[in-house]
């Protein structure tokens, strides 16, 4: 998993309009490195990095979005569209794995088994949805990835509302810097509890120890 850019030069003395900007400049900064050509086929990995980067800049917005009166909804959303995409996708790959690497456990032992065609089945179907996920997903990137669309972020970014007050984590209780470094924490600490509720999906459609194949059909992340 990426690691988080480090954003540098804060401190909770700050005001908030500048802690706002360097924290959402470095976030957007991060999720825009992870897939910077849309014309170029991403990893897995790449994918991976750009889901979990995109939930650190989810929680920084929704964080924040008290800065940013009605001007952070629309990115919020992408978001959130993006990750259920991501999620899904993930999903796909992780189920077909297991039912692959079953299927050839299977062939191993018994060749002519007659559950072999049905598992085939079951791992193509993952694959052709994976694959329409994928295209959903692309068609987002490229319209996030124009410089059209950046530049507007950009502006957006150094609009911020003005105001007295500076993040203090004694004085916000949980608000401003204090929030943002909590959903900070959870977001770096997502891949593990998802690839878990990845793996307990998978296990639900094929159970390896007793043998036995269950038609689940596609299940989705909730």
Not at 45 to 65: D, F, M, P, Q, V
Not at 108 to 134: G, V
Request: proline content about 4%.
């Amino acid at each position: 998993m990426a690691k988080p850019l480090k954003i540098r030069k804060i401190s909770p003395d700050d005001q908030p309009e500048k802690a706002a900007r360097r924290i959402l400049r470095t976030r957007i900064k991060e999720f825009y490195s992870c897939w910077p050509d849309p014309d170029h086929t991403p990893t897995l990995e790449e994918l991976h990095n750009l889901r979990i980067s995109g939930k650190r800049l989810r929680y920084t917005a929704e964080s924040l979005r008290e800065l940013y009166p009605d001007r952070l909804a629309l990115l919020i959303d992408l978001l959130k569209l993006n990750q259920d995409l991501l999620g899904e996708i993930q999903d796909c790959v992780t189920q077909r794995g297991v039912v692959e690497a079953y299927i050839e456990r299977l062939r191993r032992r018994s060749p002519q088994n007659d559950q072999i065609a049905a598992l085939e089945n079951i791992a193509s179907e993952y694959a052709r949805r994976q694959s329409t996920l994928f295209a959903q997903f692309h068609e987002t990137w490229r319209g996030m990835t124009l410089d059209e669309f950046r530049a507007s972020l950009r502006a957006m970014v150094s609009r911020v509302k003005k105001t007295k007050e500076s993040f203090s984590v004694d004085r916000t209780g949980g608000d401003g810097l204090a929030q943002y470094r909590a959903r900070e924490q959870a977001a770096a600490e997502s891949f593990s509890v998802d690839q878990a509720g990845d793996e307990a999906r998978a296990e639900s459609v094929v159970n390896v120890d007793h043998g036995d194949v269950r038609r689940a059909g596609i299940e989705h992340s909730e």
